[in-house]
């Protein structure tokens, strides 16, 4: 079936009434045969078939409005193509309102006083990292001046030195991280406890990974303090009944942690395809911003290269952060005797701001409880 | 109250001053028994008579020098140029007189005229029906210069333009002349001259446009915010006195500023507007400011026109841009 | 008192609304073949022409001025052109635009949108929207014609609406004063959009606004071929040999809208039209070959037929044209691009890869 849809009749015309038809259904009609009378804002004009063929349907009876784009006739046809009526360009024709919500004549009050700081301070402190609002200004009218950000680095307690020679600025991913980072050490109060998992009477072939998300799913269950988001300045936390695992991981950008949302709901197999899917996307750099956001607690494994223990840094407003180093088979002590065993180190790191040292060591409990099953 | 487009709230308003001021005159191109090309004086001759709704004879420089006699009498002429492009016929009168005759006769002497026309492209018309030039007006001491962008602003706008003592060029943006319908009170209020519209309050970057690029700045602003980046748009409205102030206090809150414009890039309002800007709050600047604006070439026939009107998309690039200055 | 001055103003029928011939004829008259060639012409231009109508209709093309009822002005104006003479159109002679060179399917380019409509392939000027200022760019074309010594001559078309433009007078003054090879031809069709021609001037005829800039002009009947033809002839001759313009007014009538943008019926008398359209050329020439025993039925058949065919292949041509690539809207700003406007053409090539690929 053809469908020939109403075209822009004038200049920039959003709709058109039919005033009468000249064609019924099952009439056949030559190309240029007047169809129809149709009634704009501007004119009443006729509007000839830009096909020869059956008439199938008309979409409207005399007095309907019909909008520009709309479809205005059927005709039979082995074409399956829709014709869009073939108007230059796009209408600007809309079935929305105008909602002018809250208009302020003139301008919108300020909610926040703001930094005045010359262009190249402006610069100067990017380079060197140092946040504005820590430096003292002694410019006109409260104006932060480049000399302003030169003695700020000069008063600081470590000597750090201007970079000098070809530097290079961070961006994007590496500068957030840079960024992060630091915000983190600043605020979090971050205590590391270190255990192993016994993996071998674990079968072979075993998805390690699944396994430690669901692990985690559990502990969180059991200890929904790590489960958590925390606000040092209000002192208010929030503790979750969902389990959205942020999973690090690394690429030539840098680090990403996508979000597994609702681990709780997922089994083995749709956790595995998720980690796959996000592995991939990260790859190549199609993961969606809305997928790197809103975890409650996060799982890095940095195992994949080397390094057993670490002490894994917690992004606020995130509360915990659990550390997979890379397993390995080392002697172990079974029933008296010297074996050779499947042994994972895992490293918790916890914000002891919000979470006490019980909560922390139970949740690490009942991961390695899980994973040993 | 009635839900109208800008070109009906256009007639609206020029019926509801016809009506409250006997000195009103309506005249142009096919305005009188035509209703206009556009429609925007429809209905207006049979209200009022063909003495205060003349159909002109094709001479756009004879309509502009016909306002000037008229307005030094006393009457209040609002002149209707068919499209922005065959208004240049009357640039010696609006120019060499419009815009002087209270300064030459050092007030004896006065010219409150209205100049209407259609201005911008995106109607798929033909050449020289699609210009954006307000710069040069805006460029002319003594003009006022005002483009809406809503029916309601193009009501209460209109009426204040008529109302004003001295000249306006207003500037209707044929793109929007039938897009969408708006509640308009038919109550005879005029909305202030000389003062921006904050249509979107935000706080992280400040975006100011007009006319008809008023559409695609909330569209873009809309699809920001659902990543994180809160814009707050401005409409200037009032070209010329440009209200900086709205602006200046606006870009020292957020430290971003894009200005975006349909007409050509260079020596366009929005280098005007980043001048002052960089004159008057440069120490606020987190960012260099960004213009996204028509490209410095003839506006292209319909084939091509829609690549020439800034999309929605470039003025999101330009934001994002803005973003990357921490 | 004595009077200074009186003017007479001349009005020439050949071939009346009964398609008879007045006592005094031009050789044109009995020329067959070249009437035959006028009327294949005409006939082509309205099947065009109700195409093109059609085509914006359905979406396929944007605003369009049709000619329609006005076949013979514009035709026995390109027949009675030399090929080097220089034409200044307005917007509504495509039946001149045909016979110098312009294809069918490159007017229906300018109207759909594309800017290689304008570029005829002759010296020709361009279309002229801002209504007439083109006057004066025919006017110093024929002053450079002048200077150069040619034996050429400008012709320069018009709506009666535009003999109201002030540039219109300025360039038939100049026209007069310097003696410029110009002949000013007004296309009165009785309309300027929805302005009558009574309402557009006081003046009697459009042809006595001549005698104001010193230069004789006459009233000619539109809709007779052969009048139009020959008057242009015979105007082209006094310019092109005696460097004297002239102003022909031809009368007939606008039988569609201004545009496909407008809608007469608002504002024209019920029943005008049909009134008019027993004046209508292309019929009154039909009738006249037929009582010559010039033309048959089978040879109108064929006609319609063979111009349904060429504005087809007209059409396809077309709508299967390549679009100009976007960065072209660069193309022909300068002689040479200056580099400052080179990153935004590169902008404009990045968008074309993803909208032409």
Request: glycine share 8%; net charge negative; proline share 5%.
């Amino acid at each position: 079936m053809k469908i020939f849809h109403l075209p822009d009749l004038g200049e920039g015309l959003a709709e058109a009434e039919i005033r009468e038809w000249y064609v019924k259904e099952g009439d056949v009609v030559k190309v240029d045969q007047p169809l129809v009378s149709m009634e704009t804002a501007k004119a009443v004009v006729d509007v000839p078939s830009p096909y020869a063929g059956k008439i199938v349907q008309l979409h409207g009876k005399a007095n309907e409005i019909i909008k520009t784009g709309a479809p205005l006739i059927s005709y039979e046809s082995d074409e399956v193509v829709a014709d869009k009526g073939s108007v230059v360009g796009k209408l600007e024709t809309s079935e929305k309102k105008w909602n002018d919500g809250d208009v302020i004549v003139g301008g919108a009050k300020k909610t926040s006083t703001t930094i005045k700081a010359m262009p190249a301070a402006r610069v100067l402190a990017q380079q060197l990292n140092v946040n504005l609002s820590d430096v003292k200004p002694t410019g006109r009218d409260g104006l932060i001046t480049a000399d302003d950000v030169k003695q700020h680095m000069n008063q600081a307690a470590t000597s750090t030195t201007a970079l000098t020679g070809a530097t290079e600025g961070l961006r994007g991913v590496r500068r957030v991280m840079a960024q992060t980072m630091a915000q983190s050490h600043r605020e979090v109060v971050p205590v590391t406890i270190i255990e192993d998992a016994d993996l071998t009477d674990l079968p072979p072939k075993t998805d390690i990974t699944a396994r430690l998300l669901q692990a985690i799913v559990i502990a969180a269950k059991e200890e929904p303090a790590l489960n958590a988001w925390f606000d040092g300045k209000s002192l208010e936390r929030k503790v979750f009944n969902e389990v959205h695992i942020g999973l690090a991981v690394d690429s030539a950008e840098g680090l990403f942690v996508p979000v597994i949302k609702n681990a709780e709901t997922l089994a083995d197999a749709e956790l595995r395809k998720k980690v796959d899917e996000y592995k991939k996307s990260v790859m190549d750099r199609s993961v969606a911003a809305k997928d790197l956001q809103g975890a409650t607690i996060t799982l890095s494994n940095f195992g994949m290269i080397t390094g057993k223990y670490a002490t894994p840094i917690i992004v606020p407003p995130a509360v915990a952060i659990l550390g997979c180093g890379r397993s390995r088979d080392t002697v172990i002590a079974r029933n008296g005797q010297m074996v050779i065993g499947r042994v994972m180190p895992l490293s918790l790191t916890f914000d002891h701001r919000a979470v006490t040292g019980g909560e922390a060591t139970r949740f690490l409990g009942a991961v390695i409880r899980e994973l040993q099953k | 109250m009635a839900e109208m487009t800008l070109v009906e709230a256009v007639n609206q308003a020029l019926a509801y001053e016809m009506g409250a001021n006997a000195d009103v005159i309506v005249m142009g191109e096919d305005v009188a028994r035509n209703g206009g090309v556009f429609r925007a004086t429809l209905g207006l001759l049979d209200k009022f008579g063909p003495e205060r709704i003349l159909d002109t004879p094709l001479a756009e420089s004879m309509i502009a020098g016909l306002a000037v006699g008229m307005a030094t009498q006393g009457l209040k002429p609002v002149a209707e140029f068919q499209f922005m492009g065959f208004i240049y016929p009357a640039m010696d009168e609006i120019i060499n007189h419009v815009a002087r005759m209270r300064n030459r006769t050092r007030g004896r002497l006065t010219c409150p005229v209205v100049f209407r026309t259609p201005f911008g492209a995106g109607i798929h018309a033909p050449e020289h029906h699609s210009e954006s030039t307000e710069a040069y007006f805006a460029h002319t001491p003594g003009l006022r210069v005002v483009i809406p962008s809503s029916p309601a602003r193009a009501y209460g706008l209109l009426l204040a333009s008529i109302r004003d003592p001295d000249p306006v060029v207003f500037l209707e943006p044929s793109r929007l002349y039938r897009y969408a319908k708006q509640e308009v009170n038919n109550d005879g209020k005029a909305l202030p001259l000389d003062v921006c519209f904050t249509l979107r309050s935000g706080e992280d970057v400040t975006l100011v446009t007009w006319g008809a690029m008023v559409k695609e700045s909330l569209a873009a602003a809309e699809t920001l915010l659902a990543s994180g980046v809160s814009v707050e748009v401005i409409d200037v409205a009032t070209i010329k006195p440009l209200d900086i102030n709205t602006i200046l206090a606006s870009v020292e809150k957020t430290g971003r500023c894009v200005v975006v414009h349909e007409a050509p890039l260079t020596c366009g309002v929005g280098a005007e507007i980043i001048a002052q800007v960089a004159e008057k709050a440069l120490f606020s600047l987190k960012a260099p400011p960004e213009r996204v604006t028509g490209f410095d070439t003839i506006v292209p026939y319909a084939k091509m026109e829609k690549y020439y009107i800034p999309s929605e998309k470039r003025i999101i690039e330009a934001v994002n841009r803005l973003m990357e200055y921490a | 008192m004595k009077i200074v001055d009186r003017f007479e103003v001349p009005y020439y029928q050949y071939l009346n609304e009964e398609s008879h011939l007045a006592d005094v004829i031009p050789p044109l008259a009995e020329d067959q073949k070249t009437l035959l060639d006028l009327y294949r012409l005409m006939m082509l231009v309205r099947v065009m022409d109700t195409k093109a109508i059609a085509l914006q209709r359905t979406g396929k093309l944007g605003t369009y001025p049709s000619t329609r009822g006005q076949e013979a002005v514009f035709v026995g104006i390109g027949n009675a052109m030399e090929k080097d003479d220089i034409l200044v159109p307005y917007y509504r002679d495509m039946g001149t635009l045909i016979q110098r060179g312009t294809k069918l399917s490159q007017i229906l380019q300018y109207w759909g949108g594309d800017e290689r409509g304008n570029c005829f392939g002759n010296h020709d000027f361009p279309y002229s929207v801002p209504i007439g200022s083109q006057t004066l760019h025919a006017a110093g074309a024929a002053y450079a014609i002048k200077y150069r010594k040619e034996k050429r001559a400008v012709v320069s078309i018009i709506g009666e609406g535009a003999t109201s433009q002030g540039d219109v007078y300025e360039a038939m003054n100049v026209a007069g004063v310097w003696k410029l090879p110009v002949v000013f031809i007004v296309c009165n069709n009785q309309w300027a959009i929805s302005v009558s021609r009574e309402a557009q001037t006081a003046a009697h005829t459009i042809a006595q606004k001549a005698i104001a800039a010193g230069f004789e002009g006459e009233q000619i009947d539109g809709n007779d071929i052969i009048a139009v033809q020959h008057r242009t002839v015979e105007a082209l001759k006094l310019a092109r040999e005696k460097g004297q313009p002239r102003l022909l007014e031809m009368v007939c009538y606008r039988q569609h809208d201004h545009t496909t943008a407008d809608d007469a019926s608002r504002y024209e008398p019920k029943n005008t039209r049909e009134t008019e359209w027993k004046k209508e050329p292309i019929e009154r020439l039909r009738r006249f070959l037929v009582e010559k025993k010039w033309w048959t039925d089978q040879q109108e058949t064929e006609l319609q037929e063979s111009c349904a065919k060429q504005v087809d292949v007209a059409v396809q041509e077309y709508l299967s044209v390549t679009p100009q690539p976007l960065e072209s809207m660069f193309d022909y700003l300068y002689a040479e691009l200056p580099e400052i406007y080179i990153p935004q053409r590169d902008l404009l090539k990045e968008v074309e890869k993803v909208v032409h690929g």
